[in-house]
């Protein structure tokens, strides 16, 4: 049986901003990238979003990001490899702490907004990113653009890596995501998602915005969480994939039950 995993960007609130429908969405998913007080969350935050995951069995992972709350991570910023590395660590760090003490234990990690693009044109920052998951706990999964840069500098050092594939983002010719700051960058239309999506797990196949197919590793699918229309569309993402007998799974349950710890 086809199998292939869905995840969403979730514990993007901060004090008493909501962000997101969280408890909504993890009844949908299967691994929950959760944001680590950088470019969103907080301490509170970050609790109660692993205590759902928990909740409703859905694996978790580190989300870490550039650390600019106010641009909610998406600025680009200069910043070294160095930096990065250490960054990332004290992340993961501080959701692993959050995690262990309800019982849970870390089953990724996925760089959010600019950082994950970033490593895309910046070898030396995917290296970095890389060398931070495999350095803090080598069993960790490295989410990254399927096909990229980060991929590929995970595969590299030994670390299991997830290509990912977003359902409501349009690709470039050489399997980029087309910018944000371009009109065709967001798939509006949820059917038209869908059946991309479908697409790429059954065919391993995606049309680039010339009209062309490109080859395409779909091992896991970002649901965009903060949208107005996101709960609808993961509910019918997930009930196409199950209509289709996809299996619907973290990568991690492929080899063992990492994200509770007995």
Not at 11 to 25: A, P, R, W
Not at 44 to 54: D, H, I, Q
């Amino acid at each position: 049986m086809i199998s292939v995993d869905l995840n969403s960007d979730l514990g993007e609130s901060f004090g008493h901003f909501k962000i997101g429908n969280d408890e909504e969405l993890l009844r949908c998913i299967s691994s929950a990238n959760i944001a680590c007080g950088f470019h969103a969350g907080d301490h509170n935050v970050m609790m109660r979003t692993v205590e759902l995951a928990k909740k409703f069995d859905v694996a978790i992972g580190a989300h870490p990001g550039l650390n600019d709350l106010a641009g909610f991570g998406r600025r680009e910023l200069k910043v070294s490899p160095e930096e990065v590395y250490n960054m990332v660590v004290y992340q993961i760090g501080a959701l692993q702490a959050v995690a262990a003490s309800k019982g849970m234990k870390l089953n990724h990690v996925k760089p959010h907004g600019a950082l994950y693009n970033m490593a895309e044109k910046d070898k030396a920052l995917a290296e970095a990113i890389a060398q931070a998951v495999k350095d803090v706990d080598e069993s960790l999964i490295l989410y990254g653009l399927s096909g990229g840069v980060l991929c590929r500098a995970g595969e590299k050092i030994g670390l299991t890596v997830a290509h990912e594939v977003f359902a409501d983002r349009t690709y470039q010719p050489d399997g980029t995501l087309t910018s944000r700051s371009e009109k065709n960058a967001i798939i509006h239309d949820p059917e038209e998602a869908v059946e991309r999506v479908l697409r790429m797990v059954k065919e391993g196949k995606v049309a680039a915005i010339n009209g062309h197919d490109i080859p395409i590793q779909a091992d896991t699918i970002c649901i965009h969480g903060d949208g107005p229309k996101a709960l609808a569309f993961a509910e019918a993402l997930k009930s196409k994939l199950e209509e289709e007998n996809i299996r619907i799974v973290n990568p991690g349950a492929k080899k063992d039950e990492r994200n509770i710890v007995s």
